[in-house]
């Protein structure tokens, strides 16, 4: 019962480098999340998708792309990673709105 | 744009006595509220979730939360803290386009 799977758990990137994390979910859910932790800060929206074939800003979408492959995976891609990019990612779904979300264990990132 | 105000970013109680944390949010309409849990180095938690139904609601682990929409608060408490509940504490608001937010947060220690 694997529930959300995100990888890589650890990640360290140089500046202007890309990289993709990747997010895949076994409950069949409709909407799927991506998040960024930072201390103080709570987490932040960065990209949701609420079907399949379906994606939306959140409230820090800047320097970030996503895609949403199939119902099963939602991938977020950094295209030149800065040192603001340095956070824990998070990966979660749910079955639509106002429904709880499951979340992944999260991706430590740090951007040198 | 759609919050979620935590009004406390830290909260100090001894084993055996009462949890408070509280928890605001804004809105034109009334959302879905969650409270979810972060213990170190983990993934989140769901502890409770109100969906328009009763508006006290009960979670896991003893914790409870009441909705009032004149307050547009929905705080959380528990009558008798143990020391397991030492962690981090997320209000989450959602709304019918899965734009889901999260308070920035409150860590809870609890002193023996």
């Known amino acids: 019962n694997a529930g959300v799977t995100q990888t890589p758990k650890f990640q360290v990137l140089k500046t202007g480098q890309s990289m993709t994390l990747q997010c895949a979910q076994d409950?069949?859910?409709?909407?799927m999340y991506w998040y960024r932790q930072d201390p103080g800060m709570g987490l932040r929206l960065i990209y949701y998708?609420?079907?399949?074939?379906?994606?939306d800003k959140g409230e820090v979408p800047n320097g970030y792309n996503v895609s949403r492959l199939n119902k099963r995976e939602f991938s977020l891609r950094l295209e030149s990673a800065a040192p603001s990019q340095t956070s824990v990612y998070f990966c979660?779904?749910?079955?639509?709105?106002?429904?709880?979300?499951?979340f992944g264990q999260g991706t430590r990132l740090t951007v040198v | 744009a759609q919050s979620v105000t935590q009004l406390d970013s830290h909260v100090s109680v001894s084993e055996g006595t009462p949890v408070l944390l509280r928890c605001n949010y804004s809105?034109?309409?009334?959302?879905?509220l969650f409270w979810y849990v972060q213990h170190p180095n983990k993934g989140l938690q769901l502890l409770l979730k109100?969906?328009?139904?009763?508006?006290l609601v009960k979670g896991i682990n003893g914790f409870e939360a009441e909705f009032k929409k004149s307050e547009t608060s929905f705080h959380l408490t528990k009558p008798s803290a143990h020391m397991s509940d030492a962690a981090e504490y997320f209000c989450?608001?959602?709304?019918?386009?899965?734009?889901?937010?999260f308070g920035a947060g409150t860590r809870l220690t609890v002193k023996p």
């Open positions: 979660a779904s749910s079955r639509g709105p106002r429904t709880e979300a499951f």
């Open positions: 989450v608001a959602t709304y019918n386009n899965n734009d889901m937010r």
């Open positions: 809105s034109s309409y009334s959302p879905s």
């Open positions: 109100y969906t328009s139904a009763a508006t």
């Open positions: 409950m069949n859910h409709n909407s």
């Open positions: 998708s609420a079907s399949e074939g379906t994606t």
